[in-house]
């Protein structure tokens, strides 16, 4: 099996796995720390075109609200069915089980706004 | 921003720690839905120390606290407390309180720690017109640990020993713990029975670690937040305010109009005949949490009918749960209402409160 293609980080704290030209997109685990225990997501409809930066779902805590945006243009082709009955899974494998949506990326994909593992954490330290 | 005498504990425990009043306190440890169901399934320990207590003592402490308060304190023996109100000469919401009654003429007053200075102002102002009374601010010498939760007075029976076993609900004791004074009362705020312990600061810690070491599960403020909503206990800056009578937040029980006088009383008759609104309890049809401020709609007409003044979702219904402020011809349990969240109108259904509580 081929190691995984490392995750790209967004300034709003998605991160995204781009597999050719799958991208599967969801929260950080800085991000999920902070929003707390995750009680429900709102996502796209399968289908949906999205732009860089659009916000796609809301991501709802038992204290707070956080909106999702795409960190990469194309359309969704699947959202993460099992957060529905468990998303706890958000928090306790932000990065992997726990992912939001999959979207097949427009080519070319624009990633030059994304931030590598090192410039993320970065990012997050500054804050 | 100040601390309690549990900060370091708190810490160390790797709390999550945030400023709520002026005070560093902890709002999660392990997680807000892991300690709700610690709390409504064996027991969670609270640091609430950041409250204020208020002591009044003398003659004239009696009559001082019948005529601020608007339950009636000619009810209460020693050794009972009861739920009150402070109110303005308008009839709005000073603060929501504990009443305990040590002695005939010496009273405690539990107060907000977001509303304590107000509120000190508040009783310093009366209190000149009972000259026989003595005012003492208490708060910063006073750690209040509580318990809540089906096995919590097991456990506090096992810390404290047995002699606070049997009290009731409202009741509450004197006595000591590794020989440092304390008050033990059957109180909470959580719809779980329990105790909240008030002890002197020197002694907080090793109570806090014995209760613990016996099972109770450190649990911060958004479990409490979670629980009191689910049982649907008003909090001040959210049902209860300045602007808003006892009767539109869910408290017109707790002022006895026909005691004597007190603050507040004259509008309070007047507000309460002309109440328009009242507190209810709102569920979600379907997946969906309401928050503060979203707007309540009349489900046909769309209507403004109200506003959410707390909203979460519930771990132990599993459920988007409400509580708000709406229009007294569309409180009635059952009503179809929507709630706009954020823009989206999703369904609801009126339900009379509280969401949960167990026995209490």
Redesign the interface.
Known sequence: MSELPELLFSKSHEWVRIDDDIATVGITAHAQEEL??V??ILFPEVGRVLQVDEKFG?I????A?SDLFSPIAGEVIAVNEEL?TSP?LV?DDPQAAGWLIQIRAFIPMDTSELLSAEEYDELVMEH | MKQTPLHDIHVAAKATMVDFAGWSMPVSYAGTVSEVQAVRTKTGIFDVSHMGEFRIVGPDAFNLVQSITTNDVSRLQPGEAQYSLLLTEEAGVVDDIIVYCLAPDSFLIVVNAGCLQKDWVWFEKHAGNFPDSALVDESDLTSLIAIQGPDAVRIGSLVLGNEFTDLQRFQFALGRYNNVPITVSRTGYTGEDGFEIFCENRVAEQLWNALVKEGAVPAGLGARDVLRLEAAYPLYGHELDADHSPWESGTGWAVKLKKGDFTGKRQAEIRRQQNLNKLVGITMNAKAIPREGCIVLDANSESEIGTVTSGTFSPTLQQGIAMARVSIDRAAPGTDVVVDIRGRKLAATVVTLPFYRNGV
């Open positions: 707390g225990d009680a429900l809301e709802e805590s038992i204290k609200v529905e706890e928090n």
